[in-house]
């Protein structure tokens, strides 16, 4: 079997030699038929999974994306004001479970935008 299959490869790379004018030929029109063919598949037949990919939208007109800087540093004080009025609740002993809760909420949000992790 595998001798076969060398003696025929050998046949066609001695025809391919001695007619490389056929066989670039025989390959341009091979090429070209599936060039078509593939273009024919495109137009007419369309993949359904096509651009189903969208890449991240990197600008906005938003302006939170234009001033992010700006409004870290808003959030920030939004969370350093409400930190002070939960540290006067404290000092008066008023504090409550969920209060605690949200002293971790806001610490870890507050570090979140300082150091960005």
């Given at each position: 079997?595998?001798?076969?299959?060398?003696?025929?490869?050998?046949?066609?790379?001695?025809?391919?030699?001695?007619?490389?004018?056929?066989?670039?030929?025989?390959?341009?029109?091979?090429?070209?038929?599936?060039?078509?063919?593939?273009?024919?598949?495109?137009?007419?037949?369309?993949?359904?999974?096509?651009?189903?990919?969208?890449p991240?939208?990197?600008?906005?007109?938003?302006?939170?994306?234009?001033?992010?800087?700006?409004?870290?540093?808003?959030?920030?004080?939004?969370?350093?004001?409400?930190?002070?009025?939960?540290?006067?609740?404290?000092?008066?002993?008023?504090?409550?479970?969920?209060?605690?809760?949200?002293?971790?909420?806001?610490?870890?949000?507050?570090?979140k935008?300082?150091?960005?992790?």
């Open positions: 079997m595998e001798t076969t299959f060398k003696k025929k490869g050998q046949k066609w790379l001695q025809w391919v030699v001695q007619n490389p004018k056929k066989f670039f030929t025989y390959s341009m029109i091979l090429l070209s038929v599936s060039f078509i063919g593939s273009l024919i598949q495109g137009v007419f037949f369309p993949s359904e999974t096509a651009f189903k990919i969208r991240p939208v990197l600008y906005s007109k938003s302006k939170m994306s234009q001033n992010p800087s700006l409004n870290n540093d808003k959030e920030m004080e939004k969370i350093v004001n409400e930190l002070k009025a939960l540290k006067v609740k404290r000092d008066q002993n008023t504090l409550k479970k969920e209060d605690s809760l949200r002293i971790d909420y806001l610490f870890n949000q507050y570090q935008l300082k150091y960005g992790h």
